[in-house]
């Protein structure tokens, strides 16, 4: 009740209290896996940042605080791949096989499967660690064209790295 009182009188906070039954729901939930958690919403993400990295440094001044930290939403790098339709229309090419090449050479895709005893485990494909985060490698990845050729990703697409969010 004394924890109530002292919060109503914060404004555009909304908390709750809850069992430990509860906490572990609320995790399951909302992610969020230690016992006190802050969230921040809004649509500019650099706001978003600066806030939070401004909340953890007021919550580290808290004696016994632990752990306090910001997730990342920001700068995480990710692959761009920007197809050129036209260029794929002279060699005959459709963007769905394109799509299923990437997405084989990079994520993966079941092979087959393989037994081992009364274990089954699925036999994926797809390129070694070093050739998925090499950009060099990607852009060189073959694609078939129609009349048997092969062209490689670089000739009929861009592809870049760009900063996204989290």
């Known amino acids: 009740e004394a924890m109530e009182k002292n919060l109503k009188i914060l404004p555009g906070i909304a908390y709750s209290f809850s069992q430990p039954i509860q906490l572990r729901v609320a995790e399951l939930i909302s992610g969020v896996k230690s016992d006190i958690a ?3 919403f809004g649509e500019d993400l650099n706001i978003l940042k600066e806030k ?5 440094k007021v ?8 752990d306090v930290k910001a997730e990342q939403i920001t700068g995480l790098p990710q692959l761009q791949i920007k197809i050129d339709r036209q260029k794929i ?9 394109i799509n299923q090449i990437i997405e084989t050479a990079i994520g993966g895709r079941e ?13 994926v494909v797809r390129f070694t660690p070093e050739a998925r985060s090499d950009i060099e ?3 060189n990845i073959l694609i078939p064209s129609s009349n048997s050729s092969t062209i490689p990703l670089s000739q009929i697409a861009d592809v870049f790295v760009e900063e996204g969010p989290a």
């Open 38 to 40: 802050i969230k921040l």
């Open 52 to 56: 939070a990295d401004e909340i953890v």
């Open 59 to 66: 919550i580290n001044q808290i004696d016994g605080a632990e």
């Open 89 to 97: 229309a002279r060699y005959g090419i459709n963007v769905a096989d």
């Open 111 to 123: 092979a087959g499967k393989v037994f081992e005893g009364d274990k089954r485990f699925d036999l």
């Open 137 to 139: 490698k990607i852009k």
